[in-house]
């Protein structure tokens, strides 16, 4: 049950992006490991300066804090009463955000809770039950914390205040993964089909939806530029899209399950994509969901030419979780041992 659920609640974080280039003839480099508990990491995020890491598992409920310089734990939070499924830093790295799964037993988590990194001090927290939270993202300005549904009947993108985390609006109708373009007035997101709904942040209405995969779109990314939009699918493709119109520039394959992770480097020339391990079909009116470990790895890809430039090496690991820098400097990941990598570009 251990790898299905974390194969089910892989959470991947998203990280704006900046102006600074990186190298396409680079690579990523491993520059360390950290081995927490073997149960498995359950969510990672790295700050975005790169200088800590922020991780959660399924052996206790609680977010631990490394150095990235020394490898060492600097702090530890406790408040959650499950397994902390989904981890966010601000822009500045002054907050992180939380969100504990509703499903892994009693008692139900489901908060979404909002701390101050340097003192390890809880600032606020937001029921958010029966559905529960399945990724989280801030806006540009760090003002906004976006918190996309995990589904049942009420499914919404909430959008709370990071000051107390008060309500601001709900974007209903949409769930399951939230990206802020880079001007932070709109957020793509999807739904139960194949379309990727573009939806503003000021009223909650829906401005557009672009349609291209088969089956639902497991992940969505926007570009530092606000150009194009990347989108995986359960079809287990990767479509770069003009973000203004929807219209397919280039198509990635490779992925032998749906990807669940994208992420553009800071001068959109690059795309960063991990497979879920989770495959959906859909024949005679019956769907079936079948899970694999081999695809559970990163890729890097040049989105102008759509060729894979490079396979991130992890060895051995299912990659339950991952996270960049903003500069892309720093990549970390997390596998269902719970072994931590780091990586640097090189």
Known sequence: MKNIRLLLFCVIVMVTACEKEIEQDGTFTQAGTIQGPADGIASIAVSPDGTMIAYGNYTDNLIRIIKVSTQKEIRTLSGHTQAVT???????GQLLASTGTVNLGEPVDGTVRLWDVERGT?????ETAPAGITQLAFSPDGSILAGAGGGGSALAVNLWNTTDLGLMRSLDGVFRMAAFSPDGSRIATGKRDDKVYIMDVATGAEITSF?????????????????????GGEDRLIHIRNAQNGETTKTLTGHTSSPDYLEFSPDASMLASCGSGINVTYSGGGISITLSSEDQVIRIWDVASGTELSLVNTESDVISTASFSTDWTILVTGSDTGLIRIFEWK
Request: net charge negative; no cysteine.
């Open 211 to 231: 349609s291209g995969h088969d089956g639902w779109i497991k992940a969505v990314a926007y570009s530092s530029d606000g150009q194009k939009i990347a989108t």
């Open 86 to 92: 989904g981890l966010a830093f601000s822009p500045n």
């Open 122 to 126: 809880e600032l606020a927290y937001v």
